[in-house]
Structures are given as C-alpha cells and as structure tokens.
C-alpha cells in the first residue's frame, strides 16, 4: 500500500488558483511556475515542505493523499501499526493522550506506537557520529526532516556527502516496531508533513513504511467514522515507548535528545528553522563560511508548525504542549525498560546513503538577464524597482527566473499596467478608427441609395423633357420674329434646358454616365484648367505640382467638370477674398488633385451633408445643391474617392476647406468600383 515514487506530492487546483504569486514568493525551491495563468508545482523541484499549501488563502493546492489505500487496506484485515510524530501533542490539544491512542486504535489499527523511540535511536546515532567521527572536523547537517534532505539533494548536490548518513526517526521507528512485532507488519506515519510522503514514496526499498498521513487528514478519518473520545477505550501507546526523542519535533530538540553538548563542541553546532534561516544556513555551510560540526535543521518553524497540523495555535503554545506531553511521557518511563529496549535494538541498521538529484539550472550570462529586463520595460537600473509583487525578491531573480523557464514577464506589474495601458490605447484608437469607418460606410450607402432614386426620377423625367424642349424650339422657329408669345417660349425653352442639366447631373451622380478614359496628364489638366480660369481680383490662385508623375486613366471633361465645381464652390466660400490652391501629386498607383480655399469652412453639422443631391446652402436660385453631388459620381465613377478636410470655427485656427480628389492610375474595368466613400 505504498505510494507511487513519480505521483507529485503537490498539485493546483486550477479552478481554485486567482494567480496571486504567493505561493511562488514563498517556495524555498522555487519549484513552481507560472503556466496557462496557474501556478503549477514542478514535481521534480519540489521537496514537499508545503508552503504553498499553507500560504494559499484559496485552497488551491491538493495534496496527494494515501488516506484511501489505507482506509482500504485496514478494510482488508492488514494488520498495521499506526505511528505517531512527536508533535502530536500540537495538534490533539483537545483530547488527552491515552484517549487519542484508543480513538486511533478503532480506526482498526492492530498497533498505536511513538516515532520518539525512533528518535531516541537516531539521536543516539547523532552522538556516535558527533563523538567517535571517522573522519575528525567533518561537518555533517542533519537528516531528520525530508524537506531539507530534498533540498540538498536538488539545489546543492554537493553537500549530499555532508548529509549526515542516518535514517529518519519514522524509519528507525518502523525497523523497531517491525522487528519487535514481526516482518509483516505494516507500518502508517502520521504526522504533520507532506514531505515525509516523498521519503515514503523515494527513499525506503526496505518497505519500512507503507504509507504516510497527516494529522489533518487523521482528524477527518475519525470525524468520518464517527469515531469520538467518548467512544472509545484510552490506552497507552504500545511499546517502545519513547523518551527525549519526544523533543525532535522544536528548535534543538535532536540536541537534547541526542545529549549533545553545545559547550562541549565549542559552539560547534547551529541549528536553523523555517525557510529563510534554513536556505540561507545551507548557503553559508557550502561557502565554508561557517565553522560547525553540525547544522540541525528544520524546514518548517519546528515540525510542530508542518502544513499538516490543522490547528492555528500559536508557535510557542505548540513548543510548550510538546514539552508538555514529553515531561508527562519522562514521568512514567521506567529508565530501565527504555535502556533495554535502545540496547535491544543496538545492531540495528540505521544508515542510509544519500543520491545527488541535479535541479540547478545554469544562470544566465549578464547579458542574458539585460535582454530579459529590457523586454520587460526595464531598460536602465531606475526602472528596476524590485517590488516583489511577481513573487521575486528583485527584478533580477525575476529575470532569471524567466529565464529558467520559472516565470513570466507578466508576473511583472508594472509591465503589465504598461501594457495594458498600451492595449487600451490601441483597443480605443482602432474603436474610433472603426466608428469612424462605419460612419463613412452609412454615409456611402446613404449616398447610394439617394443614387437610385436620382436616377430614377431623372430616366424618368429625361424623355418627357426632351419632348417639352424640342417642342419649344421647333415652336420658337416657327414664331414669327414679333410675335409677344416669344418671350413666353423663350422662357420655356431655358427652364426646360435648366431641367436637362439638373437631370444630367443626377445622372452624374448615379453614376449613370460613361467614363471615357484616356491616358491624362493631371498636371498639364490643371495647367490648362487655370489658364481659363477667371477669378475675382480679391483672391489669389496658387498651383503647387509636387514631385512624381501624375498620369493617370481619366475622363477629361468630366474631371475638368470637377475642378470647375470645387472651384465654383471655393470662390464663393471666400467673399472676402483669400487663396486658391490647386495641387496635384502621384504616389503608387494613385494621383490625387487638391483644391485647397481660405474661406468660411463647412460646421460640422453639414459636413456629411455636403455631397447629398440638392443640399445647398446659398440663396435659392444661385445653388442647386448638385456641384458636390455631381463630383461625388463622377469621383465613384472612376474608381477613387474624394475627402474633406475643413475648419469653420476661426477660434480653432484658420478657417478653410480642402477638397482632396484621388483616383487610381488604371481603372479596373471589369471590377465594381472600388474607392471608399466621401467623408
Ligand atoms: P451648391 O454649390 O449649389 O450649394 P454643392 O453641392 O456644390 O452645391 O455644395 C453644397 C454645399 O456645400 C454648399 O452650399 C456649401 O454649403 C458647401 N460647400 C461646398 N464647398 C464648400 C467650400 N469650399 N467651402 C465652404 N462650403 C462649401
Ligand atoms: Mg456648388
């Protein structure tokens, strides 16, 4: 019943993990990553020590567990022995001793013994190996708690000879308890570590334990076999019991029980818990610069402070219940039995050998690092600004972390905010770019749809006019000269002429014409255009060819058409005076003709107005309200599109209107037309 070697000790539940890096900052092996936004444990860096457990306010962090198998194998009838860590007495504060032995004892365990004896046995191997040392001034660290012999293994394999050559106090426990109650027996560890599951799983091909439990998960299989104190016969644990050995699980403990004296080694041996002093003691034991025989340590505060204890007790109230507990145990020991019982067990095999398990990565090289700040936004030193958040104490380990494939740029915040600054910036602009795009596209389809009308009215008024306008002139030549209705038909006769080129501008605009394209040249179209051109003495004209060639496949007489209106319209925007400018310029497959005026502006209001058919703003009988429409056709006619630029509010700077005109060089005459529309 014992666990699998390679299942991990620790994993994330992913609905559970918000990914607030707390687990990270706090793993002493950095052995979690980032990945898919979880934070994920990395088995083979991790040594079980459980802080991630502990530190996650959300619970996402599942221990594997062996509470099923043993649940399972007790079902079966195996006869096992259940084997208490000395910290117990942290955890079960609300039920005396005999009385947890006896609960313990009707899940169906055949044996409720002590690790302490285990740990009365290691300590005595401790003492042989402080006093009568092969090898004099060797410096050894302790092996009691699997955590930190993970951690050496891993993250400084070069200690692994340092590692003092003694099983755990749960395995000499086991050995003992086996060879007293015979080969068959199977043992469960309880206790409040996780990684003690790992050294279940890894290290003993002896099979001295079969599986490992925490006080946490004890508490529940008893709440869930509705076993209580008050249901339950107290016993003592069995034998052997324990004596000092009860102490292991607090700050020295391993010493006293060991009788190891401090003065006596001059100082010689340090002892650390918890995770800051024990990573930073074991950096300072490779250095050499630290001058001990032996380096006691403990990964969590002291056992009694394991991720497997439920209770929240204070530190030193958990110290003082386990001294407690081992005073009482001290008071009913009869010295006798337990010296004959540690002579008993004198030849049994204690030693254990230690693997290096390599999980450095290389660092890398400085420029390496630089790279990775900069990509994070980190490009000269002021912008490190080492605020931890990513769970890093700097925002170089960060950098190397990422490197190591540990971590990721955005676990970085103030990259992140810059980035998503950045990501609404653009989020916004293309929003008003698309806003501003389908405005133009309603304003098109607008257009268009007044387009059919147009050219529906006018198909149908052409034909009747043209009959009421060459009546009018066969009936004028038959007049004679005096006749008074002259004057009437004469009227007719305009009005009607009046109508034929409202209609064929509409037509225009419908885009009912035919292009007929030849190879033009814009620059001499214009150049020929103002030659005519008669203008009032109060404006000024100004023609600017910028570089490039101008050529383009064009109707002349309707693109003269053009500047004649928008400069039709330009003069008369400009009362008072001002200037002209005409321009022309080729870049790619386009050229484009700008008709540029210093005058009143378009408001915003009648900006997207302007090239609908009949929509004028001058006085009745001086605008048709055709000129823009009429250009706007003839523009979608040839495949281009023309644009507005303009300013009516002189407090916004100088007032003016630009009317850009640009048309493909080559029309496609197969394909529909293609320019976007008029804004
Ligand atoms: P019309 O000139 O007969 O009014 P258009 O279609 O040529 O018809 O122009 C429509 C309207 O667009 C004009 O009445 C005027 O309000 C505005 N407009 C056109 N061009 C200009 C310009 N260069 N400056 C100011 N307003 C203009
Ligand atoms: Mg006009």
Redesign the pocket.
């Known amino acids: 019943m014992r666990p699998k070697e390679n299942e991990p000790l620790v994993t994330t539940i992913r609905e559970r993990c918000r990914v607030c890096y707390t687990c990270v900052r706090e793993c002493p092996a950095k052995a979690i990553r980032i990945v898919d936004r979880q934070a994920e444990v990395i088995p083979d860096r991790c040594i079980g020590c459980g802080q991630c457990v502990r530190v996650c306010s959300q619970h996402a962090k599942r221990v594997a567990s062996d509470v099923d198998r043993v649940v399972a194998g007790l079902a079966r009838g195996v006869r096992a022995a259940a084997v208490l860590a000395p910290s117990f007495p942290a955890e079960f504060v609300d039920v005396d001793y005999e009385t947890l032995v006896g609960m313990v004892r009707a899940l169906g365990f055949a044996l409720v013994g002590e690790v302490s004896f285990g740990a009365d046995l290691v300590a005595h191997q401790y003492r042989i190996l402080m006093s009568h040392n092969q090898n004099p001034g060797k410096p050894y660290i302790a092996t009691t708690c699997p955590a930190i012999v993970g951690f050496v293994e891993r993250y400084h394999p070069n200690l692994v000879d340092s590692l003092a050559p003694i099983v755990s106090p749960m395995i000499a426990a086991a050995r003992a308890f086996r060879r007293r109650y015979g080969d068959d027996l199977r043992v469960v560890f309880i206790g409040p570590c996780i990684a003690k599951r790992g050294e279940v799983a890894t290290t003993n091909d002896r099979r001295d334990v079969d599986a490992s439990m925490t006080f946490i998960e004890l508490r529940e299989l008893l709440a869930r076999r509705g076993i209580r104190p008050d249901n339950v016969t107290p016993s003592d644990f069995d034998p052997p019991h324990g004596a000092l050995g009860a102490l292991l699980p607090v700050r020295r403990g391993l010493l006293q029980a060991a009788q190891i004296d401090e003065d006596l080694l001059r100082c010689e041996v340090v002892s650390a818990e918890g995770q800051d002093e024990f990573v930073q003691a074991i950096r300072e034991f490779e250095s050499g610069e630290m001058n001990v025989r032996l380096l006691e340590l403990l990964c969590c505060d002291g056992c009694i402070m394991g991720p497997g204890i439920g209770q929240t007790t204070p530190l030193f109230r958990r110290r003082a219940q386990v001294a407690r507990y081992a005073q009482w145990r001290l008071n009913r020991l009869d010295l006798t039995t337990w010296e004959m019982d540690v002579a008993s067990f004198q030849d049994l095999d204690l030693s254990r050998a230690f693997v290096a398990n390599d999980q450095r990565i290389a660092p890398p090289s400085e420029e390496e690092i630089r790279a990775i700040l900069e990509r994070m936004g980190k490009k000269a030193l002021e912008d490190e600004l080492n605020c931890g958040a990513c769970g890093y104490e700097t925002c170089r380990e960060h950098a190397i972390a990422i490197y190591k494939g540990l971590a990721e740029s955005e676990m970085c915040l103030p990259y992140t905010i810059e980035q998503l600054r950045a990501a609404y910036d653009q989020l916004t602009t293309s929003h008003r770019e698309l806003a501003s795009t389908q405005e133009a596209l309603m304003q098109s389809e607008k257009l268009a749809s007044m387009g059919q009308l147009a050219a529906g009215i006018a198909h149908e008024v052409n034909n009747p006019l043209g009959t009421v306008l060459m009546l009018s002139h066969v009936l004028l030549d038959e007049m004679p000269a005096d006749s008074e209705l002259r004057e009437d038909l004469n009227l007719i006769a305009s009005e009607a002429d009046r109508c034929k080129k409202i209609v064929a501008g509409l037509l225009h605009f419908a885009r009912k014409n035919k292009v007929e394209a030849r190879q033009t040249n814009l620059r001499e179209l214009v150049d020929g255009f103002t030659r005519l051109l008669q203008l009032p003495a109060s404006i000024t004209l100004k023609v600017e060819h910028q570089n490039g060639e101008v050529s383009a496949d064009i109707d002349r007489d309707q693109v003269l058409q053009v500047l004649t209106?928008l400069v039709s319209?330009?003069v008369?925007?400009m009362p008072g005076g001002g200037t002209l400018t005409l321009s022309t310029c080729g870049n790619g497959d386009r050229v484009h003709i700008a008709v540029a005026?210093t005058?009143?502006?378009?408001p915003p209001a009648?900006r997207k107005r302007?090239f609908e058919p009949f929509?004028?703003?001058?006085p009745a009988g001086e605008?048709?309200?055709?000129?823009?429409?009429v250009i706007y056709g003839i523009v979608k006619m040839h495949q281009g599109d023309i644009r507005v630029q303009t300013n009516a509010d002189p407090a916004a700077g100088p007032t003016g209107?630009t009317f850009t005109v640009s048309l493909p060089r080559k029309r496609d005459t197969a394909g529909p037309e293609t320019g976007s529309a008029a804004s």
Not at 615 to 618: L, S
């Open positions: 209106n319209n330009a008369a925007a005026d005058g009143v502006g378009i009648n302007v929509f004028t703003t001058k605008g048709t309200g055709l000129g823009l429409a209107t």
